[in-house]
């Protein structure tokens, strides 16, 4: 499976962005799809994930602030990010649960 990520970019605190990760190649079934990220200097950490059926979990930090959504039919997953902090910055990877996949990451810059 591959995962392609995009939607990455410079933004200025306050302000949304959206991520989003195509998933193609040999899928039979995917169940969990989401987000971690990756600060420097820091571990990789939980941003959000989705199983096939809906249900999401959230990190405690983007709570409240950004929604996960997937298009099962598309085997999309996207990420949207409001209210974004300089804490939000990183390199944001998608993952799915099937094939342990990581996408390429995608980097996210948030300005104060």
């Known amino acids: 499976v591959q995962l392609v990520a995009s939607g990455g970019g410079v933004v200025q605190a306050g302000g949304p962005l959206r991520l989003s990760c195509a998933a193609s190649?040999?899928?039979?079934?995917?169940?969990?799809m989401g987000w971690f990220r990756q600060a420097p200097g820091k571990e990789r950490e939980l941003v959000a994930i989705?199983?096939?059926?809906?249900?999401?979990t959230y990190g405690d930090s983007v709570k409240d602030r950004f929604t996960i959504s997937r298009d099962n039919a598309k085997n999309t997953v996207y990420l949207q990010m409001n209210s974004l902090k300089p804490e939000d910055t990183g390199v944001y990877y998608c993952y799915e649960s099937a094939t342990k996949s990581w996408g390429q990451g995608t980097q996210v810059n948030v300005s104060s």
């Open positions: 190649g040999r899928i039979l079934s995917i169940s969990v």
């Open positions: 989705t199983t096939r059926g809906g249900t999401t």
